[in-house]
């Protein structure tokens, strides 16, 4: 069972070389997942992290209607979901919140490595000071 955060789910097909396989797509704090039905030929889930995506666009060039098109580093996985722009804002809105965490995350690395090195200069002072 997961820990993580479920932040949206819903019923999706996944289209995948001339065949779309169904399922469902969850949206987590981190990463979208895609979770075919056990009776598709491929049961396998699809993980794809957030900080991985480069690009999420609605694209119609299905006969199914708009299509959900998550552009990753190397490929493109299509989804047709319901809803589509409603997929499209919860999937920016987090990828921009785990950008934002990861920005503070890393501010917050910097000013404690920044603190220590103050801390260090400061300790050699002293030292020199006493000798």
Same mark, same amino acid.
């Given at each position: 069972?997961?820990?993580?955060?479920?932040?949206?789910?819903?019923?999706?097909?996944?289209?995948?070389?001339?065949?779309?396989?169904?399922?469902?797509?969850?949206?987590?704090?981190?990463?979208?997942?895609?979770?075919?039905?056990?009776?598709?030929?491929?049961?396998?889930?699809?993980?794809?992290? !957030?900080?991985?995506?480069?690009?999420? +666009?609605?694209?119609? $060039?299905? =006969? %199914?209607? &708009?299509? !959900?098109?998550?552009?990753?580093?190397? +490929?493109?996985?299509? $989804?047709? =979901? %319901?809803? &589509?722009?409603?997929?499209?804002?919860?999937?920016?809105?987090?990828?921009?919140?785990?950008?934002?965490?990861?920005?503070?995350?890393?501010?917050?690395?910097?000013?404690?490595?920044?603190?220590?090195?103050?801390?260090?200069?400061?300790?050699?002072?002293?030292?020199?000071?006493?000798?």
């Amino acid at each position: 069972m997961s820990n993580k955060k479920e932040v949206y789910k819903g019923f999706a097909n996944h289209y995948r070389k001339l065949l779309f396989e169904g399922g469902k797509l969850f949206l987590y704090e981190d990463e979208l997942v895609f979770k075919p039905y056990f009776f598709n030929l491929s049961r396998k889930p699809i993980t794809i992290p !957030l900080n991985k995506i480069k690009a999420v +666009e609605i694209d119609s $060039f299905f =006969v %199914f209607g &708009p299509n !959900l098109c998550i552009t990753l580093l190397r +490929e493109e996985e299509i $989804f047709s =979901v %319901f809803h &589509p722009k409603v997929w499209y804002e919860y999937i920016r809105k987090q990828i921009n919140k785990c950008r934002h965490q990861k920005n503070t995350a890393s501010t917050i690395i910097k000013q404690i490595a920044s603190s220590d090195k103050e801390s260090r200069e400061q300790s050699k002072h002293k030292r020199k000071l006493e000798l």
